[in-house]
């Protein structure tokens, strides 16, 4: 039996990835799951209070006998907080980037998304303070970690999406507003930075858009319309789904 072989999508962070297909606020794994119907399948590994230094403790059983293709760290916000969580800046950036080359031993063609951590409540962390973890974030995408193009940041401070504390539900988790902030973030760095790994039905795609345009969209739905599947036999039916499945 044919293997169904679609692209795998994992998300590694603490409570806001654990809360990430939370209905009550629309959690961002919700709607990036929703984008990739069909062509991937989409894995939460959120461990509510964990810092870079617990992830990278337990990063094997987390990651498991997957081989993502991407992988998206959603990092440092405990690392930042007042509580026992706290990690010092310089480790924290050393963690990520010891859990990032783990990555890449399992598999060296995965892409990775960093995203920053965020703001809270000033009783939670110190906006100045997760500067320095946010300021982490982007020395590791400049220190040549990489010389492939497979990291990229998602800026959750101070870019278009940055959240700001109208975005939380509470001191520091994401609302309604907050997860869709994250969300896009997600697809915006997805569309700039890896477009091999734009689903097909990806809003991008317009009935405007070139025949190279469309063609360099590698994230095609894995089985055919079923328009291609009516009035056949089951022989040609059979062929037609095989031959997409192996293309």
């Not at 810092?51 to 405990?78: A, H, M, T």
């Not at 959240?163 to 520091?172: E, K």
Request: charged residues 25%; aromatic residues 8%.
């Amino acid at each position: 039996m044919m293997r169904f072989a679609s692209k795998t999508i994992m998300i590694i962070g603490s409570s806001m990835t654990q809360r990430a297909f939370d209905p009550l606020y629309n959690g961002f794994g919700i709607e990036i799951a929703n984008w990739y119907s069909r062509t991937a399948d989409l894995i939460l590994r959120g461990q509510s209070g964990y810092n870079s230094r617990w992830i990278l403790q337990g990063i094997e059983s987390i990651v498991g006998s997957y081989k993502p293709d991407l992988c998206i760290l959603f990092l440092g916000n405990n690392d930042a907080t007042k509580k026992g969580q706290n990690v010092p800046p310089e480790e924290f950036k050393e963690n990520v980037v010891k859990i990032i080359n783990y990555l890449h031993q399992v598999n060296s063609d995965m892409d990775v998304i960093l995203l920053t951590p965020t703001r809270a409540d000033e009783s939670v962390r110190r906006h100045d303070t997760t500067k320095l973890y946010v300021d982490e974030i982007w020395s590791i995408l400049s220190s040549n970690l990489d010389n492939s193009g497979h990291i990229a940041v998602g800026d959750l401070w101070s870019g278009e999406n940055s959240i700001t504390l109208s975005d939380l539900c509470d001191s520091c988790h994401l609302n309604i507003n907050g997860n869709r902030k994250v969300a896009m973030e997600i697809k915006e760095t997805i569309r700039k930075h890896f477009p091999h790994l734009i689903p097909f039905h990806d809003e991008c795609i317009t009935p405007s858009s070139s025949e190279k345009e469309v063609n360099d969209i590698k994230l095609k739905y894995l089985f055919p319309p079923w328009t291609e599947l009516a009035g056949r036999s089951q022989e040609e039916t059979r062929l037609i789904i095989n031959n997409c499945l192996n293309n």
